[in-house]
């Protein structure tokens, strides 16, 4: 059973009072566009934003749901303060200065904008059996693998949930040497797109998949929209958006199970 994200930031009910204060016209607009907009951000048509809605609320500094008054009036101060449209909806041009924060959080991304693929480490360290999805075999950068460790004893210590499945924040994929990457997406013929790349974040040994739930019928790592919808309600993914970056790890926001540490150049 999935673990439930302990903020109400999906849905309106039960929202403090406080959330029903705000521009009453962008909260019927983000609600009619919430699970309904066709729109392809990150390069695939999806339906609907609700998979972003907990990272867009924990950027705008709000525990209020989408639907909310209150989610839009602070995602209205957010524009504002970046020199957008104060309108409290989430469009286009608001999502993609969003993104271009969050993407800008990767040095990964920032690497790759100035065309430089970034070299695999000298060495790479074992996880442990525990530590993996499955038990399968991963491999990190020393830094990456002891900053993951700190971060899992901080989050099962703060949800106690998480440390009764040994399945929550396992890793499922780290280090990926860039020549069998190359291989598989040329076998896949997906070198260049949203799930696998030529040039991939896990070359650097920054990169790692975590366990983050699934829903029925799906693997831990399918982006469909059901399933990332689904993660994102969970009480692992929650945690991690509300203390993730205190141990150095920034989301890429198109799939929620894929962190990054950032307390070492690649």
């Given at each position: 059973?999935?673990?439930?994200?302990?903020?109400?930031?999906?849905?309106?009910?039960?929202?403090?009072?406080?959330?029903?204060?705000?521009?009453?016209?962008?909260?019927?607009?983000?609600?009619?566009?919430?699970?309904?907009?066709?729109?392809?951000?990150?390069?695939?048509?999806?339906?609907?934003?609700?998979?972003?809605?907990?990272?867009?609320?924990?950027?705008?500094?709000?525990?209020?749901?989408?639907?909310?008054?209150?989610?839009?009036?602070?995602?209205?101060?957010?524009?504002?303060?970046?020199?957008?449209?104060?309108?409290?909806?989430?469009?286009?041009?608001?999502?993609?200065?969003?993104?271009?924060?969050?993407?800008?959080?990767?040095?990964?991304?920032?690497?790759?904008?100035?065309?430089?693929?970034?070299?695999?480490?000298?060495?790479?360290?074992?996880?442990r059996s525990a530590e993996s999805y499955l038990g399968k075999t991963i491999r990190l950068r020393q830094g990456t693998l002891t900053a993951y460790r700190k971060l899992v004893a901080a989050a099962k210590h703060d949800v106690p949930a998480l440390a009764r499945d040994p399945r929550w924040l396992t890793i499922f994929s780290g280090f990926r040497d860039p020549a069998s990457d190359a291989t598989r997406c040329a076998r896949e013929q997906n070198c260049n797109g949203i799930v696998r790349a030529k040039c991939s974040a896990h070359r650097s040994g920054l990169a790692l998949d975590l366990y983050v739930g699934q829903a029925v019928g799906f693997g831990p790592d399918s982006s469909a929209d059901a399933n990332r919808r689904a993660m994102v309600k969970t009480a692992a993914y929650g945690w991690l958006l509300a203390n993730a970056g205190r141990y150095g790890f920034v989301n890429y926001p198109f799939e929620p199970w894929h962190w990054e540490w950032t307390g070492e150049v690649p």
């Open positions: 059973m999935m673990l439930a994200l302990g903020l109400a930031l999906l849905t309106a009910t039960n929202a403090p009072a406080a959330c029903n204060f705000g521009p009453g016209q962008a909260a019927v607009a983000n609600t009619a566009s919430l699970r309904t907009l066709v729109w392809s951000p990150y390069g695939r048509v999806e339906t609907g934003w609700e998979v972003y809605s907990p990272l867009i609320a924990h950027e705008v500094a709000t525990t209020c749901g989408p639907a909310t008054a209150g989610f839009a009036a602070a995602l209205g101060r957010w524009q504002s303060a970046h020199k957008l449209v104060p309108t409290g909806t989430v469009d286009a041009q608001t999502f993609e200065a969003l993104s271009r924060v969050w993407q800008g959080r990767r040095p990964y991304v920032v690497l790759r904008a100035k065309g430089t693929c970034p070299e695999p480490p000298a060495t790479v360290v074992a996880a």
